[in-house]
């Protein structure tokens, strides 16, 4: 098995284009082709994490947290990050990072969190913009059958809770074909006009490599027209941050004190307590100031995060409770929901589960 065995089935669960801008997301050392031994999955990579791979044997870690954040201008051990890269690399050991492609799948980091505390009813908080495509092209009427059931069949024609959508339109297409031209119908050289069938139909966007290529395995055409064009529909299954629901309403301390063991933290920073009980929740995992006005738009209880700042929890303004229960806390099920995907697809494979602490806080 090949390092890009394993990398696809992840990006089946958190395709890589669904990762923020600023991201670092993929294979950040190693090659694609690489046979591998065993898989570390970890949610930072350090160099503590690269001796524990080598250790058992594992030449890829599958790392939450990308290592290589910001652009690298040198490797000469001078700080943690090109320490722990050189090690990698010394050792033949691939880093792989998913980090913000998994925050905004809806099985991801923050459904993680929805888990631990039961929620129900569970949505995206942010839905990602410009994340459904549409196709347009023009197919002879006898094939569209033919074309319009091989695309559905690669993930086309899918969006909210439907599947299998698409318009179809009638119509007389013309074409000429010159010299050098192959025409499947007519003849080069005589303008040919042809009974067909517009067909639009929606895919996800970073299934557009894989839509065109089955388009054209199925389009008898020599040249197929085609357009493709982002719809401003909201998806409802990719976006960052979660909102669910209690099974039954909680009083504010309660709630904390619950939020306090699942997640093993040491402190919950919170603001103003409103002596109102708690319901519905949203929650985002890693820093998540800049949701806090989606989590009232939301009309949640609580707002779960972490790494909120002095002058954020004034943003609470008495209109929710804001709970900061620290960063790694917040993710530190993500590694576990890798572990178990990926034992589900590579059943008689070694993937390991990290048991390197790597939260760089401690609370005394």
Request: with cysteine.
């Given at each position: 098995?090949?390092i890009?065995?394993?990398?696809?089935?992840?990006?089946q669960?958190?395709?890589l284009?669904?990762?923020?801008g600023f991201?670092?997301?993929?294979?950040?050392?190693?090659t694609?082709?690489?046979?591998?031994t065993?898989?570390?999955v970890?949610l930072?990579?350090?160099e503590?994490?690269?001796d524990e791979?080598?250790?058992?044997?594992?030449n890829?870690?599958v790392?939450?947290?990308p290592i290589?954040?910001s652009?690298l201008?040198?490797?000469?051990?001078?700080?943690?990050?090109?320490?722990?890269v050189?090690?990698?690399?010394k050792?033949?050991?691939?880093?792989?990072?998913?980090h913000?492609?998994?925050?905004?799948?809806f099985?991801?980091?923050?459904?993680?969190?929805?888990?631990?505390l039961?929620?129900?009813?569970?949505?995206?908080?942010?839905?990602?913009?410009?994340?459904?495509k549409k196709?347009?092209?023009?197919?002879?009427?006898n094939?569209a059958?033919?074309?319009?059931e091989a695309?559905?069949?690669v993930?086309a024609?899918s969006?909210g809770?439907y599947?299998?959508?698409?318009?179809n339109?009638?119509?007389?297409?013309?074409?000429?074909?010159?010299?050098d031209?192959?025409?499947?119908i007519?003849?080069?050289?005589s303008?040919?006009f042809?009974q067909?069938t517009?067909?639009?139909?929606t895919?996800p966007k970073?299934?557009?490599?894989?839509?065109l290529?089955?388009?054209?395995?199925?389009?008898?055409?020599?040249?197929v027209a085609?357009e493709?064009t982002?719809?401003?529909n909201t998806?409802?299954h990719?976006?960052?941050g979660?909102?669910?629901e209690?099974?039954?309403r909680?009083?504010?301390?309660?709630?904390l004190?619950l939020?306090?063991?699942?997640?093993h933290?040491?402190c919950?920073?919170h603001?103003?307590?409103?002596?109102?009980?708690?319901?519905?929740?949203a929650?985002?995992?890693?820093s998540?100031s800049?949701?806090?006005?989606?989590?009232?738009?939301?009309d949640?209880?609580m707002?779960i995060?972490?790494?909120l700042?002095?002058h954020?929890?004034?943003?609470?303004?008495?209109k929710l409770?804001l709970?900061?229960i620290?960063?790694?806390?917040?993710?530190?099920f993500?590694?576990?929901?890798?572990v178990s995907y990926?034992?589900?697809?590579?059943?008689?494979f070694?993937?390991?589960?990290?048991?390197?602490?790597?939260?760089?806080?401690?609370?005394f």
């Amino acid at each position: 098995m090949q390092i890009k065995d394993i990398t696809k089935a992840i990006e089946q669960l958190a395709p890589l284009p669904y990762a923020e801008g600023f991201d670092n997301v993929g294979l950040l050392t190693g090659t694609i082709d690489t046979e591998v031994t065993g898989v570390l999955v970890t949610l930072d990579t350090l160099e503590t994490v690269v001796d524990e791979a080598i250790e058992k044997n594992c030449n890829l870690i599958v790392s939450f947290h990308p290592i290589i954040f910001s652009g690298l201008k040198k490797l000469t051990g001078s700080n943690y990050v090109e320490r722990t890269v050189l090690k990698a690399i010394k050792n033949d050991i691939a880093i792989y990072a998913i980090h913000t492609a998994l925050d905004n799948s809806f099985n991801g980091v923050n459904d993680m969190i929805c888990e631990q505390l039961n929620l129900k009813n569970r949505k995206i908080l942010i839905p990602q913009q410009e994340s459904i495509k549409k196709l347009v092209t023009y197919v002879p009427k006898n094939e569209a059958t033919k074309v319009r059931e091989a695309l559905f069949a690669v993930g086309a024609g899918s969006i909210g809770n439907y599947d299998h959508c698409s318009f179809n339109l009638e119509g007389l297409g013309s074409f000429r074909g010159n010299e050098d031209s192959n025409p499947s119908i007519g003849e080069k050289g005589s303008t040919h006009f042809e009974q067909e069938t517009q067909l639009n139909i929606t895919f996800p966007k970073h299934l557009q490599k894989l839509i065109l290529k089955t388009l054209f395995e199925n389009h008898s055409y020599e040249e197929v027209a085609y357009e493709i064009t982002t719809l401003e529909n909201t998806n409802q299954h990719i976006g960052i941050g979660m909102t669910g629901e209690l099974e039954e309403r909680m009083e504010e301390t309660a709630f904390l004190e619950l939020l306090k063991k699942t997640f093993h933290t040491g402190c919950i920073r919170h603001s103003k307590l409103l002596n109102k009980p708690i319901k519905k929740i949203a929650v985002l995992g890693g820093s998540g100031s800049f949701a806090i006005e989606h989590a009232k738009k939301a009309d949640a209880d609580m707002y779960i995060t972490a790494d909120l700042k002095y002058h954020d929890f004034y943003k609470a303004e008495e209109k929710l409770v804001l709970a900061d229960i620290g960063h790694f806390e917040s993710e530190q099920f993500t590694k576990s929901l890798l572990v178990s995907y990926l034992k589900k697809k590579f059943a008689n494979f070694a993937v390991v589960l990290s048991n390197t602490d790597t939260n760089p806080i401690k609370y005394f």
